[in-house]
């Protein structure tokens, strides 16, 4: 398999968590997103958004969207599970991974951030938002899973919350976000972060990080 | 089961449709978003995130997020289905979904959209903001299914494709998008408006419609 993605993309993360996770080996193509090497015609011809991560599998299928790619590895390479059996769980592992992978990350990408100092804003209230949709969604996020004991998000096993997870917390971080209002969190990240499939993935670690 | 939601919410549009598709009747608590009923401590208690729809099934159990409601749906109550058999075809269906339900939908929102006024954009730019991030998304969608021969999204039978993109359309409409660009898009929503499940979702057809 190939992933095309970029170091510091948390969605591109996520799926080198799950590939990991997995046992899988994919070779990594890199795109500069900072360089606009995303918005190639010959890289938009496989994903029309424009955006990383894009999955090619063995037959050479094109697959796109994140989540998408990870509920496709979850299904064809069901060992270890990234979801619980409990339809009501799977739900609420879900539920915590869409606030993340849809209102949170999406709304301060480098496209919607290149947008707001399209319109003029100065670079300090470009990070503000940046910084402000990370703690809207990491404070909903931390409620969520008050209730779990953890160590990870739902329970001892890692599912697609942590995926989300651990890559949103390296982007708050990134825009300054002060983390210590969400201690449960920073236990699941913490917790996480000794896996071995979640170590090799982080940003640092690949071979087009600066 | 209960469905707190909104009339104009196109993620609350989403599970209607779900519902309706699956024959399951649900009880309809309205949240007046532009009132900021979505805000109220007793609302929270239930969806940390202060977004609609929220799920309440039969056992009382809470549900948040369209998508992860959906699956859970689809999961619990399997006919009709609303994602294909095969994997790879079950990817490319999400995929669509999440271009629309991730990268789209949250970027303009009633919340972006209110954090964009109180940075000072004029309302002229917080519309073009909110067409901006339509378009975009439209675009790749039409790209997505252009080789899909329909006439729904991925073929004849609804898929949760098609409950993403019906509202998303009616949002563009909102914000003054040009849909003449997307006729592949066009195609699918007028056949799926000739379903019921969907024309009885439509927002001008809820308790709280204005």
């Known amino acids: 398999m190939r992933l095309h993605g970029y170091f510091r993309s948390s969605a591109s993360y996520r799926v080198r968590i799950a590939l990991n996770l997995k046992g899988l080996g994919a070779e990594h193509l890199p795109h500069h997103l900072r360089k606009g090497e995303q918005c190639a015609p010959s890289y ?3 994903n029309p958004q424009g955006l990383v991560p894009t999955l090619e599998n063995d037959t050479g299928a ?8 990870i509920e496709w590895l979850d299904e064809t390479h069901p060992e270890p599970p990234l979801l619980p059996k409990d339809p009501l769980r799977r739900a609420k592992v879900r539920a915590f991974a869409m606030a993340l992978a849809c209102d949170t990350h999406p709304v301060q990408n480098l496209k919607v951030l290149a947008r707001l100092r399209q319109l003029g804003l100065p670079e300090e209230q470009v990070t503000g ?5 990370n703690r809207e969604g990491l404070a909903a996020c931390e409620t969520l899973i008050a209730e779990e004991p953890g160590p990870l998000c739902f329970g001892a096993d890692p599912t697609i919350a942590d995926l989300c997870l651990v890559p949103q917390l ?3 971080r990134r825009f300054g976000v002060d983390l210590a209002a969400f201690p449960r969190l920073l236990k699941a990240e913490a917790a996480a972060k000794t896996l071995k499939a979640f170590a090799d993935a982080a940003p640092e670690r690949q071979s087009d990080a600066e």
Chains 1, 2 share one sequence.
Request: hydrophobic fraction near 80%; charged fraction near 0%.
């Open 129 to 133: 938002w940046a910084a402000w949709a």
């Open 44 to 46: 938009l011809a496989i």
């Open 62 to 69: 094109i697959l796109t969207q994140s989540l998408a790619i």
């Open 170 to 172: 390296a982007n708050a």
